[in-house]
């Protein structure tokens, strides 16, 4: 199985703070990584495809970079309704596998 | 916009099997993998398996010997059924679509989620 690893675990941050988050994968992966923001009690939502395709809908202060092992998720300019937890995920191959969660709270 | 719902049971006990079932509607289960993701309370998801309309399936070898899905086109539905449930099974269970090759096969339209409890 592809291993997924984001860091930090947590972090905190504040309104209108850019922030990033990483994400590694245990081998290459190409382009097939996917971020994803979760709210308590919900489902996850697609953010970013592909490494660095907004879903349709998102907001474009989020941003996705990265090819290979080695990713990120950038948020550029913090808003209250962003603070969540995020995963990262690869779809290059299955088992389909994501990363351990990213809990971004208000500092 | 396609719209997924889980439904199935909310309580199970130890040894029993698990069938939910995953309902779409504002599309068509045809030309796309749909797939059971679970989360345990305040912990991470775990991408259980998937099936294509077709009947192709592909499952988590962590799970493998306890899960089956299966399709049924003409009711656009498709379900999930865990077998030998233990207290690690409970979680809030997920059915999701993956988008295609060209959108990055992430999983983009994500029912609400059934919590199902293993308990005697």
């Known amino acids: 199985d592809i291993q997924m690893t984001q860091s930090p675990s947590s972090l905190s941050a504040s309104v209108g703070d850019r922030v990033t988050i990483i994400c590694r994968a245990s081998?290459?992966?190409?382009?097939?990584l996917n971020w994803y923001q979760q709210k308590p009690g919900k489902a996850p939502k697609a953010l970013i495809y592909a490494a660095s395709n907004l879903q349709s809908g998102v907001p474009s202060r989020f941003s996705g970079r990265g090819s290979g092992t080695d990713f990120t998720l950038t948020i550029s300019s913090l808003q209250p309704e962003d603070f969540a937890t995020y995963y990262c995920q690869q779809s290059y191959t299955t088992p389909r596998t994501f990363g351990q969660g990213t809990n971004l709270e208000i500092k | 916009q396609v719209q997924l719902q889980e439904s199935g049971p909310g309580l199970m006990k130890p040894s029993e099997t698990l069938s939910l079932i995953c309902t779409v509607s504002g599309g068509s289960v045809s030309g796309y993998y749909w797939s059971w993701i679970r989360q345990p309370a305040g912990k991470g998801l775990e991408w259980i398996g998937r099936l294509y309309a077709s009947g192709t399936t592909n499952y988590n070898p962590s799970l493998k010997s306890r899960v089956t899905m299966s399709v049924d086109s003409s009711n656009n539905q498709f379900s999930l059924n865990l077998s030998s449930l233990t207290a690690a099974d409970t979680a809030v269970y997920y059915c999701a679509r993956e988008a295609t090759a060209t959108e990055g096969r992430c999983f983009d339209s994500w029912g609400q989620g059934t919590l199902v409890t293993v308990s005697s």
């Open positions: 081998q290459n992966i190409t382009d097939y």
